[in-house]
């Protein structure tokens, strides 16, 4: 049978802080684990192998505690290792019981237990998963390093978060310095539900036990407010001289051609081939559902396309280059520009809220409502296929019709 039991060593140097260590037998053989609490001798009860809280300052009050939440934490550790090893009929020695206890204190850790998912995601092609774990694995970082740290060390007495000591305290700090930073509930949110999916990781490896962490903060999702421009609006977008800054009028140009292109996002403009410009359409597949489009060309297009033109590339717009090593990453950096300088474009015309290529889808929809065309066209125009009702009757849709509206709504730009 294998004990643990709390000892205090003290210091050499009479009057400065001891050690608490954990000693491990099992048949005669012991082995040592130090650990990071530091107490002063009074702070010691040898007769019960307890902290002793009789004859403390104030003000270490607080930190004992946090010490005894964190011996607490341990002991229940190493029980669950125990366990473990008894349900799967294996023999436990003294020196396999430190070693488990060490290797949990260096993998789940928060740091390298999110590095390691990430690294698991990225070899099975989960990419996209491993970059939004990897973006709320910075954010919590950021949190840490602006005075997260601190608050984390006095919760739970170390520096190097371990998972299972991850408490609702310390992700309700977190959730605050988000709010403070003046993120949108939609965008807390999606780092809750990120660190929360990693935190379900663990608990389901059997390595922690679920200590509902995320339980006071909110990991919902609020229905966004569609931000859509009337037409009176993109037509002084359009007008707007900014050929003094090529970047911004760069942004601009993309934010029309969206909008001539019946909203379309722009990654799948990003990935338009000139291959996909034929017989006076595009033909395209939506990158995110992967149903065929297919756009009327007008000469509002060619008149964009002309100003930028892309000898020697194969794409139809100037957004990638080609041959780059991660084209998705590339089309990533170049909309995180685009919509920095759309932010820009805005300031010219007092816009009261953020302009992003994600507008453009918006206010095609919404200026295509109020041209009184047909909510099955505009759908049809969209790509939309969330009911499979209507996408059955939407398939049968001559494209014609779609063009039709797309040249009514530009014609009233002036």
């Given amino acids: 049978m294998v004990t643990v039991k709390l000892k205090f060593r003290p210091s050499s140097v009479v009057g400065q802080a001891g050690t608490l260590y954990y000693q491990i037998t099992s048949e005669r053989r012991v082995r040592r684990l130090s650990t990071p609490y530091k107490i002063l001798p009074s702070e010691w009860d040898d007769t019960h192998a307890v902290l002793s809280f009789s004859h403390i300052a104030a003000e270490r009050a607080d930190e004992l505690v946090v010490i005894r939440r964190?011996?607490?934490?341990?002991?229940?550790?190493?029980?669950?290792?125990?366990?473990?090893?008894?349900?799967?009929?294996?023999?436990?020695?003294?020196d396999q019981l430190s070693d488990e206890f060490l290797r949990h204190e260096t993998t789940f850790t928060l740091e390298r237990f999110m590095q390691t998912t990430i690294s698991s995601l990225l070899n099975k092609g989960a990419r996209r998963t491993a970059e939004t774990y990897l973006a709320a694995l910075r954010s919590f970082r950021h949190f840490l390093d602006d005075g997260g740290a601190r608050t984390a060390a006095m919760l739970t007495g170390e520096t190097d978060l371990l998972l299972d000591n991850l408490s609702p305290a310390i992700i309700e700090a977190y959730e605050t310095w988000l709010r403070r930073r003046g993120l949108t509930p939609n965008s807390i949110s999606f780092y809750m539900r990120i660190l929360r999916a990693a935190y379900n990781r663990a608990v389901s490896s059997g390595a922690i036990s679920d200590r509902s962490p995320f339980k006071h903060v909110y990991t919902g999702v609020d229905k966004t407010v569609k931000r859509a421009l009337p037409l009176r609006v993109i037509s002084r977008i359009k007008n707007l001289d900014l050929s003094p800054s090529t970047r911004l009028d760069y942004a601009r140009d993309?934010?029309?051609?969206?909008?001539?292109?019946?909203?379309?996002?722009?990654?799948?403009?990003?990935?338009?081939?000139?291959?996909?410009?034929?017989?006076?359409?595009?033909?395209?597949?939506?990158?995110?559902?992967?149903?065929?489009?297919?756009?009327?060309?007008?000469?509002?297009?060619?008149?964009?396309?002309?100003?930028?033109?892309?000898?020697?590339?194969?794409?139809?717009?100037?957004?990638?280059?080609?041959?780059?090593?991660?084209?998705?990453?590339?089309?990533?950096?170049?909309?995180?520009?685009?919509?920095?300088?759309?932010?820009?474009?805005?300031?010219?015309?007092?816009?009261?809220?953020?302009?992003?290529?994600?507008?453009?889808?918006?206010?095609?929809?919404?200026?295509?409502?109020?041209?009184?065309?047909?909510?099955?066209?505009?759908?049809?125009?969209?790509?939309?296929?969330?009911?499979?009702?209507?996408?059955?009757?939407?398939?049968?849709?001559?494209?014609?019709?779609?063009?039709?509206?797309?040249?009514?709504?530009?014609?009233?730009?002036?």
Avoid at 71 to 80: N, P
Avoid at 335 to 354: E, M, T, W
Wanted: aromatic share 10%.
């Fill in 70 to 94: 964190r011996i607490h934490s341990d002991i229940e550790r190493f029980a669950k290792i125990r366990r473990r090893f008894e349900a799967e009929g294996l023999p436990l020695s003294a």
């Fill in 254 to 414: 993309m934010f029309m051609l969206s909008f001539y292109f019946r909203g379309m996002s722009f990654i799948d403009m990003a990935f338009l081939k000139k291959s996909d410009l034929r017989n006076g359409s595009i033909v395209y597949c939506r990158r995110k559902t992967g149903q065929r489009l297919v756009i009327g060309w007008t000469s509002e297009m060619q008149s964009l396309i002309d100003k930028y033109p892309t000898d020697g590339s194969a794409y139809l717009l100037p957004i990638l280059k080609g041959g780059e090593s991660d084209p998705v990453a590339a089309y990533r950096r170049m909309s995180a520009i685009v919509n920095y300088n759309l932010k820009r474009v805005a300031g010219q015309i007092d816009l009261d809220f953020p302009l992003t290529m994600y507008v453009a889808r918006h206010s095609w929809a919404s200026a295509a409502k109020a041209k009184g065309v047909p909510i099955s066209v505009i759908s049809e125009g969209m790509g939309h296929d969330s009911e499979a009702t209507t996408q059955i009757y939407l398939a049968s849709l001559d494209t014609s019709a779609v063009d039709e509206a797309n040249s009514l709504i530009l014609s009233s730009l002036d």
